[in-house]
Nanobody, 121 residues
C-alpha cells in the first residue's frame, strides 16, 4: 500500500507561483516501482493529467501547462513536487498526487486527498 499526502496549495494572483509537494509513504518497494504524476480537477470538469514521469524516466506535460509547470522528485525523501509558474485563472482546480503501476495489463492507482489551488486577483 502507498499513502500520498499533498501540500502547498492556496490562493495566488495571476502570474504568481506555487510549489506543490506530495509525500509518499508505505511500502518502499512499491514507491520505487511506481510511476508518479499530478492531476487536477476543476468544478464540473473531469480529472485531467497535468504532469507525470514516464516509465522511461522522462516527463510528460499537458499542453496547457508545458513551459510553465515543472515536475520533479526527491527519491531520498519519497517526495515529488510540482512547481507552477505564471499561473492563470484557468489553472484553478484541486490538484491530486498520483502513483500508479501496471501489472498484467491492469492499472492500479493511488491518490492523495487533493489540495486546492485558486488563481484569482
Amino acid at each position: 500500500q502507498v499513502q500520498l499526502v499533498e501540500s502547498g496549495g492556496g490562493l495566488v494572483q495571476p502570474g504568481g507561483s506555487l510549489r506543490l509537494s506530495c509525500a509518499a509513504s508505505g511500502s518502499l518497494f512499491s514507491i520505487y516501482t511506481m510511476t508518479m504524476g499530478w492531476y487536477r480537477q476543476a468544478p464540473g470538469d473531469e480529472r485531467e493529467l497535468v504532469a507525470a514521469f514516464t516509465s522511461g524516466g522522462g516527463t510528460n506535460y499537458a499542453d496547457s501547462v508545458r513551459g510553465r509547470f515543472i515536475i520533479s522528485r526527491d527519491n531520498a525523501k519519497n517526495t515529488q513536487y510540482l512547481q507552477m509558474n505564471s499561473l492563470k485563472p484557468e489553472d484553478t482546480a484541486v490538484y491530486f498526487c498520483n502513483a500508479h503501476r501496471i501489472r498484467g495489463g491492469v492499472r492500479f492507482d493511488y491518490w492523495g486527498q487533493g489540495t486546492q489551488v485558486t488563481v484569482s486577483s
